[in-house]
C-alpha cells in the first residue's frame, strides 16, 4: 500500500493468486519477497529461470533461517541472483499497525548503498520512517533471532514473573543474539539499533507477534501443537531456534535462554522449570562476550 501511494505500480503473487510469477516479475524494478522461511529457496529457484529485468534490485522482508544450511533468505536471494543487489527490510513492524497506518520506523540494508536508498525511497511515507544501514546481516539476524527470545518473552507473561523478569529476560537476551551475530560477521552496533532492539521490543510485549503467542499460550498450559494449530500466520521462532542451537553448538557458545526455549518446544522442559534451569545457573560476571 505505500509503495502505491508513492506512485509505484505494485503487483502481487501468491501461489494460489490468479497472476503467474514470470507476469510480476517481467518489467519489475524491485521485487519484494515477504514469504516464510520454509517457502524462500522454492521461489527463488522458480524465479532463478524466469527473464528478470538486470537492475531488479530484490527486497527480503523474511526472519528465519534454513535449517540445512543455516542461510539467512538475503543470503539464498544474493546466491541464487549474484549479478542483483539485495535489501534485508526489517524492524519492529507488527503488520497489523502497519495496517492500520500507525506510525512506525523500519530499516533498510544492503552492501550497496544505491539499491538501499533507492527502496527507502519505495517505501517512505509520512507513516513509515524507513533508514539506510550497511550491514544487511545484522539487520537480518536481529530479526530474526529475536523471534526466540519473543517466544520466552511470553512464557514470562503467561507465567506472570513481572516487569522486573521481564526485563531482565530482553536485555541478556540481546547479549545471546550479539553474542552469536558477531560470530556470523555482524556489527555489534547494529544490534542496538531498530532492526535489533528495536525489533526485539516490539515482539517481546505485544500479543499481536506469533512468537510471543507461542511462549504465553504455552505458559498457560497448552502444547506447542495446539497452539500451531490455532496461529494465524508463521511463528518463524519455532524453526529458527532448532537451527540456532544447532549453530551454537557446533561453535561452542553458551545461549542459555535459546537452549530452555529449544528444550520447552522439545517438551523436554516445562515452563516452569525452564525458568529455574535459567535462574539457579552458576553466578558470573555480567559481560563475558
Ligand atoms: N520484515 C519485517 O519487518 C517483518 C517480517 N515478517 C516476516 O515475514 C514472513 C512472512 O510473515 P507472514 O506474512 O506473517 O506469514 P504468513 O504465514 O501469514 O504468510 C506466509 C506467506 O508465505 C507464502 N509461502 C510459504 N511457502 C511458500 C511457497 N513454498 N511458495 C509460495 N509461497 C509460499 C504463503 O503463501 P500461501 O498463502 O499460499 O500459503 C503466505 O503468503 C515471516 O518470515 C515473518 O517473520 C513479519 C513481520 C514483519
Ligand atoms: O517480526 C515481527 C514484528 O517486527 C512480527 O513478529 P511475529 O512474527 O512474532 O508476529
Redesign the pocket.
Known amino acids: 500500500a505505500i509503495a502505491s501511494s508513492n506512485n509505484h505500480q505494485v503487483s502481487i503473487w501468491?501461489?494460489?493468486g490468479s497472476q503467474t510469477l514470470a507476469q510480476v516479475v517481467e518489467n519489475a524494478d524491485t521485487i519484494v519477497s515477504?514469504?516464510?522461511?520454509?517457502?524462500v529457496r522454492?521461489?527463488a529457484t522458480q524465479l532463478q529461470s524466469l527473464p528478470i529485468p538486470p537492475k531488479a534490485v530484490f527486497v527480503t522482508?523474511?526472519?528465519?533461517l534454513e535449517p540445512e544450511y543455516t542461510s539467512t533468505p538475503s543470503q539464498i536471494w544474493q546466491e541464487t541472483f549474484p549479478s542483483h543487489p539485495v535489501v534485508v527490510?526489517?524492524?519492529p513492524?507488527?503488520?497489523k499497525e502497519i495496517q492500520l497506518e500507525l506510525p512506525a520506523a523500519?530499516v533498510v540494508a544492503s552492501t550497496s548503498k544505491d539499491a538501499a536508498e533507492f527502496v527507502q525511497l519505495v517505501f517512505s511515507s509520512s507513516r513509515f520512517r524507513v533508514y539506510t544501514n550497511s550491514d544487511p546481516l545484522g539487520v537480518e539476524l536481529g530479526?530474526t533471532l529475536k523471534?526466540v527470545i519473543a517466544i520466552a518473552s511470553g512464557v514470562c507473561d503467561g507465567l506472570q514473573l513481572g516487569t522486573n523478569a521481564k526485563a531482565a529476560l530482553v536485555t541478556r537476551g540481546l547479549t545471546e543474539i550479539i553474542r552469536i551475530g558477531n560470530l556470523w560477521g555482524a556489527k555489534t552496533e547494529t544490534f542496538y539499533g531498530l532492526s535489533g532492539l528495536g525489533d526485539l521490543l516490539a515482539t517481546c510485549n505485544s500479543p499481536l507477534s506469533?512468537n510471543y503467542q507461542v511462549g504465553y499460550q504455552m505458559a498457560c498450559g497448552k502444547t506447542l501443537t495446539e497452539v500451531l494449530a490455532h496461529l494465524?500466520?508463521?511463528a518463524?521462532g519455532v524453526n529458527t531456534c532448532q537451527v540456532l542451537m544447532q549453530r551454537a553448538k557446533q561453535r561452542n557458545i553458551s545461549m542459555p535462554i535459546t537452549e530452555q526455549v529449544y528444550r520447552l518446544l522439545q517438551g523436554e522442559v516445562t515452563p516452569r522449570q525452564a525458568l529455574d534451569e535459567l535462574m539457579l545457573r552458576d553466578i558470573k560476571p555480567e559481560y563475558s562476550y
Request: aromatic share 0%.
Open positions: 501468491s501461489r494460489n515477504a514469504i516464510s522461511m520454509k517457502g522454492e521461489v522482508a523474511t526472519k528465519g527490510l526489517s524492524g513492524n507488527l503488520s523500519t530479526g523471534n506469533r494465524e500466520g508463521t518463524e
